[in-house]
């Protein structure tokens, strides 16, 4: 079983860049995929991006240009650089993974969670 941990999350003006980081323990993660997703208060978990065991990227419409993942396997990590931050990127940030290591969009296919960190970009 692996263990994700999240961190980096705060509080940012609109414009701003924030690095999220995803820590894993308990087994390498180096072939699977890792995916953040987002939720803000009222909604539905959202997919941001993904990067499958290939180290292929998949992002969604809303943050392309804006926001990249990364992943150092030597570390056991994965980042997400999120440039030009909005109100709306507002939320909780989730990482996910999967042994499965190819690209998924929907929450349900990822096994293993972290608890979170929470980022705020005001206005």
């Known amino acids: 079983q692996v263990q994700l941990v999240e961190s980096g999350g705060g509080l940012v003006q609109a414009g701003g860049s924030l690095r999220l980081s995803c820590a894993a323990s308990?087994?390498?993660?180096?072939?699977?995929?890792v995916a953040w997703f987002r939720q803000a208060p009222g909604k539905e978990r959202e997919f941001v991006l993904c990067?499958?065991?290939?180290?292929?990227?998949y992002s969604a419409d809303s943050v392309k240009g804006r926001f990249t993942i990364s992943r150092d396997n030597a570390k056991n990590t994965v980042s997400l650089q999120m440039n030009s931050l909005k109100p709306e990127d507002t939320g909780v940030y989730y990482c996910?993974?999967?042994?499965?290591?190819?690209?998924?969009?929907?929450?349900?296919?990822?096994?293993?969670w972290g608890q979170g960190t929470q980022v705020t970009v005001s206005s």
């Open positions: 996910d993974s999967r042994e499965r290591g190819y690209y998924s969009g929907n929450p349900k296919n990822y096994e293993n």
């Open positions: 308990g087994r390498t993660i180096s072939g699977d995929a």
């Open positions: 990067i499958d065991w290939n180290s292929l990227t």
